[in-house]
C-alpha cells in the first residue's frame, strides 16, 4: 500500500510505477516504465503516444473516446501491463487507446476500469494511503489497516459479538414459571 499524504493524493491522484510491454510470448518482452493514474470515471485505460512508438507497436484498431476536451477517434493496441512495485500480475490488455495529451498530465498511462475489473482498489483519502492487488488478494485489505481503523474494527467486533451473545441469552431464557393467566392483573 503506498502512502502519500493526504494533500498530495488529493492533489496528484493515486500514482503507481507500469510498465506498458510489447506482446510476446517469450520473456523477457520489451517494455518502457513510467508513472500511471488510477482513473475509476476513464471506460478504457490510455498510454501516451510516446510510450507506443518507442515499443514500436502497430494498431489493432480504432475506438472513439469522449472526454472533457471533446471527442476523438484514437487507435488502439494489444499490449501487456504490469505493476513492478505491486503484487499484480502481468496483465494481457486487448485494447489499450493512444493520445498525444496524457504525457501532457505528467503520466505515462492512465489506468481505467478495464484494468480495474480484474483488481481490487482500496483508496483512504483521509489517511493518504491507497494499493491495488489481483481479486482474491485479503493481503490488501489487512495491510491498508491503520492502528485507529483497527482499533474501530475491533471495537465493532466487540460490539457486535456482544449482541449476538445477548440475543443467544435472551432467546434461550427459560419460559416463566407460571403461566400467563396467573399474574397479577391479567387478562382471563
Known amino acids: ?29 520489451r517494455f518502457v516504465e513510467g508513472d500511471a493514474l488510477i482513473d475509476t470515471g ?21 475506438v472513439g473516446i469522449n472526454g472533457v476536451a471533446g471527442s476523438a477517434r484514437q487507435p488502439t493496441y494489444k499490449a501487456q501491463l504490469s505493476f513492478p512495485d505491486e503484487s499484480m500480475p502481468k496483465m494481457d490488455l486487448e485494447s489499450i487507446a493512444s493520445s498525444d495529451s496524457i504525457g501532457k498530465l505528467g503520466i ?10 480484474d483488481a481490487n482498489l482500496v ?30 474494527a475491533l471495537l465493532a467486533s466487540g460490539i457486535g459479538l456482544a449482541v449476538v451473545a445477548g440475543l443467544l441469552v435472551w432467546w ?8 400467563p393467566c396467573a399474574l397479577p392483573g391479567a387478562v382471563k
Open 1 to 29: 500500500m503506498k502512502t502519500l499524504s493526504s494533500a498530495r493524493l488529493r492533489s496528484d491522484g493515486p500514482i503507481v510505477r507500469a510498465r506498458l510491454h510489447a506482446p510476446c510470448a517469450d520473456e523477457p518482452c
Open 42 to 62: 476513464a471506460h478504457m485505460s490510455h498510454v501516451d503516444s510516446s510510450a507506443v512508438r518507442r515499443l514500436g507497436l502497430r494498431p489493432s484498431g480504432y
Open 108 to 117: 505515462m498511462i492512465l489506468i481505467g476500469r478495464d484494468v480495474l475489473a
Open 123 to 152: 483508496y483512504l483519502g483521509g489517511e493518504g494511503r491507497f494499493g491495488i492487488a489481483p481479486i482474491g488478494d485479503q493481503d490488501l485489505v489487512a495491510v491498508s489497516a491503520s492502528p485507529m481503523s483497527t482499533t474501530g
Open 172 to 179: 434461550l431464557k427459560p419460559a416463566p414459571e407460571c403461566p
